[in-house]
């Protein structure tokens, strides 16, 4: 039973370029969640999907920052015209249906923003 | 407005000696509280649910214990492999599934 499965494992971007980040959840999960953890910082919760759907994306930036999780395919965190502020790891956890159940974390994606 | 504090931000044991690490909360409607174990370049690692104030849970040398404002992770007679960050999160409010995240513990076993 494969865990939640990020890749790349590493993205160098350069500024203005774009940054898409993708995310498989383990098998059974239908709920997919994007964390950003920046150097010395907790981790701070972006966004929370499910297939088709957001349902909370109260922690996303307003501007260049976009999730989705279509019907078929892995979840994707999409950054466009990148800055150096967004150079962070990123990490997708993914739980069942079911409310207070523990979330699963992937290795997260090492995003640098050159 | 919620807030997960831990405290130490690091702790340097040597093998074997015995300590806690704190988590202390305030949130609205506590649905659940995490405990995590992160390894350098890794992702969270789960270890613990709890859910209401008196729980206990143990794996191996770990136990975590919730009150109605805190948390604590002991560990017992460590090892140098038990040497991570270690993270609690707490679940709250009505229909909120999302984590919220302390800052960590960095722990450090000396052989």
């Known amino acids: 039973n494969a865990g939640v499965m990020q890749n790349p494992r590493h993205l160098v971007r350069r500024r203005g370029q774009e940054a898409r980040l993708r995310c498989s959840p383990m098998k059974g999960h239908s709920h997919v969640y994007w964390y950003r953890q920046l150097p010395e910082e907790g981790l701070k919760f972006m966004v929370y999907l499910q297939k088709e759907n957001i349902i909370d994306e109260s922690g996303m930036p307003k501007e260049r920052f976009s999730a989705e999780f279509p019907k078929e395919g892995p979840s994707i965190l999409r950054i466009q015209q990148v800055v150096r502020g967004d150079s962070a790891a990123y990490f997708c956890?993914?739980?069942?249906?079911?409310?207070?159940?523990?979330?699963?974390f992937g290795q997260g994606t090492r995003l640098t923003v050159v | 407005e919620d807030q997960v504090t831990q405290s130490p931000e690091a702790l340097r044991l040597q093998e074997g000696e015995s300590s806690s690490l704190n988590c202390s909360y305030t949130v609205s409607g506590l649905r659940g509280l995490f405990w995590y174990r992160q390894d350098p370049g890794k992702g969270p690692e789960f270890l613990f649910t709890l859910y209401s104030a008196g729980e206990e849970k143990e794996k191996e040398r770990l136990k975590a214990t919730l009150t109605k404002k805190e948390s604590f992770l002991h560990i017992t007679a460590p090892k140098p492999e038990d040497s991570a960050t270690y993270l609690c999160?707490?679940?709250?409010?009505?229909?909120?599934?999302?984590?919220?995240f302390g800052t960590g513990t960095r722990l450090t076993v000396i052989p």
């Open positions: 999160a707490v679940q709250a409010g009505a229909g909120a599934n999302n984590l919220f």
């Open positions: 956890a993914s739980s069942p249906a079911l409310q207070g159940t523990e979330a699963f």
